[in-house]
């Protein structure tokens, strides 16, 4: 599965009202643009119902942010395993885990199938 970002924008309530709109479930990647204007990753998270209120408690804990809405929850924690796999952040020290009352497993890996 390949995922395709949207962004990078600024990680404020200005930014985040630019680029989303209320109510859109997603994920969506913290960091910040280095010295050759590479967006690096320092954590990866999702909202199973609302990126704008899922961002904006998060104001202030990175310069940057990018998202990808998704269609369904399955999709927001599908996405969430691979850019977790991915790309490994360093704010992140444990594996996503699935949405309450559902049995889901990674697409990619072992993880949550004993749980």
């Known amino acids: 599965m390949s995922i395709a970002l949207k962004g990078p924008y600024r990680l404020t309530a200005d930014g985040i009202k630019g680029a989303i709109q209320t109510s859109r479930k997603g994920v969506f990647a913290l960091g910040h643009q280095d010295f050759d204007g590479r967006f690096r990753i320092a954590h990866v998270g999702r909202s199973d119902a609302d990126l704008q209120i899922a961002l904006r408690d998060l104001i202030g804990t990175s310069a940057m942010f990018k998202y990808l809405e998704t269609p369904s929850d399955r999709a927001s924690f599908e996405a969430h ?34 749980r």
Do not use: I, S, V
């Not at 490994?88 to 990619?108: E, F, M, S, V």
């Open 81 to 114: 395993c691979e850019l977790y796999h991915k790309f490994k952040p360093p704010g992140n020290h444990l594996h996503p885990d699935r949405p309450k009352g559902t049995n889901w497993t990674c697409p990619r890996c072992l993880a949550l199938r004993n």
